[in-house]
């Protein structure tokens, strides 16, 4: 079992940065993808941001060229700077980790959420 603990959310001005940090209690070197997800109120949770085990990155379109993800293995942490950031950005943040099961599939792992909240 993975446990996820996420930090660095808090409240910002239209414009500012914030660095969100998910710390996971096992190495990440045997976990394949890992990333963050946002859920505002009344909203669906949505993808924001993914990494592989190698390093390959996805995001969704609302957020390409002003947030960044990361990731340390040697610190078992994943990271996103969020830059540039709007009121629409406000919203809980979680991150998840998918750990290897062998022949099944992944194991999904999730954090309790940070949350983020962008003033206009």
């Known amino acids: 079992q993975v446990q996820l ?3 660095g959310g808090g409240l910002v001005q239209a414009g500012g940065s914030l660095r969100l940090s998910c710390a996971a209690s096992t ?3 045997s976990i394949n ?3 963050w997800y946002r859920q505002a109120p ?9 990494i592989s085990s190698g390093g390959s990155t996805d995001y969704t379109d609302s957020v390409k060229g002003r947030f960044t993800i ?7 942490t994943v990271y996103l700077q969020m830059n540039s950031l709007k009121p629409e950005d406000t919203a809980v943040y979680y991150c998840y980790a998918d750990q290897r099961n062998g022949v099944l599939p992944v194991l999904r792992y999730w954090g309790q959420g940070t949350q983020v ?4």
Do not use: C, L, Y
């Open 42 to 50: 009344g909203k669906q949770r949505e993808s924001v941001a993914q």
């Open 27 to 29: 190495s990440i070197a």
């Open 5 to 7: 603990v996420e930090s």
């Open 117 to 120: 909240t962008v003033s206009s």
């Open 70 to 76: 990361s990731r340390d293995n040697a610190r078992n």
């Open 33 to 35: 993808a890992m990333g």
